[in-house]
């Protein structure tokens, strides 16, 4: 496990790098330090994360640069040093570690953990709460309510809430939570269900909004129960959504309408008609090991990039006053 270890720290090194000489995309707010309330991606892989777990031919395993930890973004309060956490994923610690870094701030208290859903890559990271790991005090857990009833009938998340290291909250479908002056309101989006429900955020700070939607089977199904990815574009300042597949040639073998998601060519062909300003609002995140928009170096990258979009990068960070 010796290249993985030294990938990861690697990563967080090479992600704070990034994130410093990365000013294009930083506002002026940013840059002078005023920011109030900040949004920091903090991963970008999917759920088994770059490289992926019997995937030995992945040059990550042996180039950290190419490492890309699970998807999930944070935001920062910066007077009260208090943060929100959409997602808890398998590389929570490494994480959590990183926003330290990318924040500035040393003693950062988690004031709650907004779940999209229960698929792996999604809350695996709440056990890092538990008694064996940081023996946490009632953290706030932001759950719908399959969610929160899968968390509370199945061990060993029972056992988090028995001991008290996670305090489970309700959400509900378009009813927005307020925490220091930002708005989190959960939608429900078509994804594949076996245990829980699915949902994306849309993220509300004083003065501009952010969603973060990693996973979906489709726009179309979406569409047909009243959703709309031009209006989610249009109405919002940055836009967090799922890149898992490039293209359907991705895994070959496989049947992917067992694991359906918008592949990103098809995503980029419905938005072709929106102005480029708008279409530097999508950020693509939540990309499987095999996706080739990991490497800058490839026609994919390219192919986004001149269409306009962007690929979600650790340590990015977004103003939301």
Known sequence: MKPFATGLGT?????????????????????SGTCTDTLYVLGTAQDGGKPQIGHPEDAAWTDPTQIRA????????KPSGSYLLFDATPDIKFELYALGKYSGLDDLK?????????????YLGLAQFGREAMGAKGVPVYAMAKMRAFLEQNGPWDQLIE???????????????????????????????????????????????AVYLPDIDSWEQWQKSGGSLIDLITNNDYVFIDGTFYDGDELPGRDMSKIPHPTMVHTMTLLKPL???????????????????????????????????????????????
Not at 70 to 77: E, F, K, T
Not at 174 to 184: A, H, I, N, S, W
Not at 310 to 321: E, N, Q, V
Request: with cysteine.
């Open 11 to 31: 990563l967080l090194l090479a992600s704070t790098l990034w994130a410093c000489q990365a000013k294009p995309d930083l506002d002026e707010k940013i840059i």
């Open 70 to 77: 699970v998807s999930s973004v944070a935001v920062v309060d």
């Open 110 to 122: 988690l004031e709650g953990v907004f779940l999209t859903h229960g698929h792996i890559g999604h």
């Open 163 to 209: 001991l008290d290291n996670i305090a489970l909250q309700p959400l509900e479908d378009k009813k927005p939570v307020r925490l220091r002056g930002v708005e989190v309101t959960p939608f429900v989006v078509p994804h594949r269900g076996e245990y829980t429900e699915t949902v994306g955020f849309r993220i509300k700070g004083k003065g501009k909004t």
């Open 275 to 321: 102005s480029p300003a708008a279409r530097g609002k999508v950020h693509f995140i939540h990309l499987n090991h095999t996706n080739p928009a990991n490497d800058k170096n490839t026609r994919a990258w390219q192919d986004i990039d001149l269409g306009g979009f962007k690929i979600a990068r650790a340590g990015a960070r977004f103003c939301l006053d």
